[in-house]
């Protein structure tokens, strides 16, 4: 627990210090990599009820989910920074969180194969949408941020699952879960 409140101190103050930054030169770079997850909802719901499905899941799927979906997430970085347009990356991200937050809510215990490829598409068109934002200057650096990030995040639902799994049986799990689903409705409807 200690480790995750130190990775968010230094998260939130690399964040302040990018925010508070006027030069433009950091527009897409590695603090911005790192701050762009942890600066949306969508973003911020998806990577925990990934952390939090995996760990449902249980056994392989704690690294299995989290490492496919920080690779595919890349494969979608790099299909948009090299023009890959795709007119629906906004929905699916909505329909993500809605999908994953009831994977968790309503318990299922997908396969790792089918786990995994429900983490992968969804991770694509997560990762397309930071490709599309990205200047072709700092793509590596920006892509080294965000991925950071993401797997942080990632680490912070597997936390939150872990705990929640112990402590109360999967109640919480479950419930973590539904929060997520309402927040892909909220999305969308907003």
């Keep these: 627990m200690r480790l ?3 990775v968010w101190a230094c998260t939130g103050a690399l964040i302040i210090a990018v925010l508070t930054s006027n030069g433009t030169s950091q527009s897409h770079s590695f603090a911005m990599g790192i701050a762009h997850p942890l600066l949306g909802v969508d973003h911020i719901s998806v990577m925990i009820a990934v952390g939090l499905w995996a760990v449902l899941v249980g056994g392989r799927a704690v690294w299995v989910l989290p490492l496919t979906f920080l690779a595919t997430m890349l494969a979608g970085f790099a299909a948009a920074s090299a023009g890959l347009d795709i007119p629906i990356v ?13 994977l968790v809510a309503l318990s299922v ?11 992968a598409m969804f991770a694509f068109f ?11 200057a700092s793509l590596i650096s920006y892509a080294l941020g965000f991925t950071f990030s993401t797997a942080t995040l990632h680490g912070i639902g597997i936390g939150f699952g872990i705990l929640a799994a112990s402590s109360m049986r999967q109640v ?5 879960g539904g929060v997520m689903a309402l927040i892909g409705i909220a999305l969308i409807v907003i």
Aim: net charge neutral; no cysteine; glycine share 10%.
């Design 4 to 6: 995750i409140f130190i």
């Design 90 to 102: 906004d929905s699916v991200i909505s329909s993500s969180i809605i999908a994953l937050g009831l």
């Design 109 to 119: 215990k997908a396969p790792i194969w089918l786990g995994a490829l429900i983490t």
């Design 126 to 136: 997560h990762g397309h949408a930071h490709g599309t934002e990205a200047a072709a």
């Design 172 to 176: 919480a799990l479950r419930a973590m």
